[in-house]
């Protein structure tokens, strides 16, 4: 009995027993090797890296190079001389500073509206109670099955009417909401958001739009920041509707690039050329959102 209980009890001078010890040893090195993480997580992870940036990298190259070296077999590899050329060639062929603003406009419209009224509408659908809110919170959601290619007809014939037709705000209000933004921050706000600020709130006289401003978007801002960049990065890269509505006189960047590389044999260096100056407000965005859009992540991290 003596030798059982020393055996489940461990050494009388308090001890761990040298294979208990040898087993949390164990299971720390294995935790600690998790955590740090080996060779082969760092070189999965570098060669993810590699292929996502390549395509970026592939712009630079075949932007500073020729038609004739981008022919070559095996093509350069490295960035050539003609950046600036291949600009001007941009610009004399389309005028793409017009499509930029434009895009600027359009895309930084449609990202405000969107952000507002789908938080508004998330934090409704989420913390307030109202008839009827599952029917139309499923309403919205439904609508998102629908090709958007079937309302392009009825939606022009609106535009025509209001005499819209190749001026922004026909491209502008048909996307200032969108279902898609309203049920993202409507599951973000439901499990980011505590009911008890909000009654808290309530009991301090705080009104419905104090509450909002003061409550809800401080608690939103890293789901707002997420919905703002995609929402930013699909209207800056839509083509579809801007070529209905929009005319080669007011064109935004997508609609401009179509300009680009013509003749009998089609100017790879000026097409890419166009593209780079397309995508980089795109990477400036990212640049000034991607701290809140991380900063979320760690949040919700945190709080799991």
């Known amino acids: 009995m003596t ?20 087993r949390g040893g164990r299971r720390r090195s294995r935790a600690g090797r998790t955590m740090r993480g080996g060779g082969l997580a760092h070189a999965v992870l ?3 890296v590699l292929v996502s940036a390549f395509p970026f990298y592939w712009t630079v190259v075949a932007a500073s190079r020729s ?14 001389p003609h950046l600036m050329r291949n600009f001007e060639a941009v610009v004399e062929e389309a005028d793409i500073g017009r499509a930029l603003v434009n895009s600027l406009i359009v895309s930084g419209s449609i990202t405000l509206g969107t952000v507002l009224c789908s938080t508004l509408a998330g934090f409704a659908f989420a913390k307030l109670r109202f008839r009827g809110r599952g ?6 959601v439904g609508t998102m099955m629908i090709p958007p290619q079937l309302g392009v007809i009825p939606l022009f014939m609106l535009i025509a009417e209001l ?19 309203v049920f993202f921050m409507r599951q973000y706000l439901a499990q980011s958001l505590p009911d008890e600020l909000i009654e808290a709130a309530r009991v301090d006289g705080a009104s419905p739009a104090r509450i909002f401003w003061s409550i809800v978007v401080p608690v939103a801002r890293p789901g707002m920041a997420v919905l703002g960049l995609l929402t930013f990065m699909a209207a800056w890269n839509d083509f579809f509707w801007p070529v209905v509505a929009l005319s080669s006189s007011e064109p935004t960047v997508q609609v401009a690039l179509r300009q680009l590389g013509g003749g009998y044999v089609n100017d790879q260096s000026v097409i890419m050329a166009g593209t780079l100056l397309g995508t980089l407000p795109v990477l400036l965005v990212f640049g000034l959102l991607g701290r809140q859009i991380v900063g979320g992540i760690m949040q919700g991290a945190v709080k799991g």
């Open 3 to 22: 030798v059982l209980a020393d055996h489940v009890t461990g050494p009388p001078d308090g001890r761990p027993a040298p294979g208990r010890r040898a």
């Open 46 to 48: 570098v060669l993810a």
């Open 67 to 80: 038609n004739a070296d981008l022919a070559r077999v095996p093509p350069a590899l490295l960035p050539g």
């Open 135 to 140: 029917a139309l919170l499923a309403v919205t």
């Open 163 to 181: 005499q819209w037709v190749n001026q922004l705000q026909a491209v502008v209000l048909p996307g200032l909401v969108s279902a898609f933004g």
